[in-house]
């Protein structure tokens, strides 16, 4: 059975015959990287969506469980989030109106707010947790301890060298 990669696969084939200078195996492992990330997000939304949330709402609801007493400032929650803080207010009112946090004054600055987590937002966690990590556990399963490791380390390579290449501007650098 051919992958869902195999037509890219093809193509970087037919290219390369055709260019003697075509960095193949480059290009290959760059479009498996971006094929993969792309099945496991459709791979991911599709169970959050069966467990009717959204990545964002998600991972907004477990950075609040991470926290100490389960609770962060709106501006925390943004950072975290890695979104604008226009957008961290917009997750922040559909979480409550869930039900799953509360916005709460700061016991020590009226003037500063808190979203905590509510019994209801733990509910859904413990919920909804562990048919995600039964998922997670059938896919990475075709793969042995020292081979997830193994691209683990690579990976973690591979994304030092990405934030070594932004740092430097040596992206930008090779287009000139």
């Given at each position: 059975?051919?992958?869902?990669?195999?037509?890219?696969e093809q193509?970087?084939?037919f290219?390369?015959?055709r260019?003697?200078?075509?960095?193949y195996?480059?290009?290959?492992?760059?479009?498996?990287?971006?094929?993969?990330?792309?099945?496991?997000?459709?791979?991911?939304?599709k169970?959050?969506?069966a467990?009717?949330?959204?990545?964002?709402?998600?991972?907004?609801l477990?950075?609040l469980?991470?926290?100490?007493?389960?609770?962060?400032?709106?501006?925390?929650?943004?950072?975290?989030?890695?979104?604008?803080?226009?957008?961290?207010?917009?997750?922040?009112d559909?979480?409550?109106k869930?039900g799953?946090?509360e916005?709460?004054?700061?016991?020590?600055?009226?003037?500063?707010?808190?979203?905590?987590l509510?019994?209801?937002?733990?509910?859904?966690?413990r919920?909804?947790?562990?048919p995600?990590?039964?998922?997670?556990?059938q896919?990475?399963?075709?793969?042995?301890?020292?081979e997830?490791?193994?691209?683990?380390?690579?990976t973690r390579?591979l994304?030092?060298?990405?934030?070594?290449?932004?740092?430097?501007?040596?992206?930008?650098?090779?287009?000139?």
């Open positions: 059975m051919d992958s869902s990669f195999t037509p890219i193509m970087l084939k290219r390369a015959s260019h003697a200078d075509f960095p195996q480059e290009i290959l492992l760059t479009r498996l990287c971006m094929h993969m990330q792309g099945k496991l997000l459709d791979n991911r939304n169970m959050l969506k467990q009717g949330i959204n990545e964002t709402l998600f991972m907004a477990i950075t469980e991470s926290q100490e007493n389960h609770s962060i400032q709106p501006s925390e929650l943004s950072c975290a989030l890695g979104s604008s803080r226009t957008n961290a207010t917009r997750i922040a559909e979480l409550e869930r799953w946090i916005r709460r004054e700061s016991d020590n600055d009226r003037r500063c707010l808190h979203l905590q509510t019994d209801k937002g733990h509910a859904f966690l919920e909804v947790l562990p995600q990590h039964n998922c997670l556990h896919l990475w399963s075709s793969l042995s301890t020292t997830k490791e193994q691209l683990e380390h690579i390579k994304l030092t060298r990405l934030d070594q290449m932004d740092q430097d501007g040596a992206i930008l650098e090779a287009l000139s």
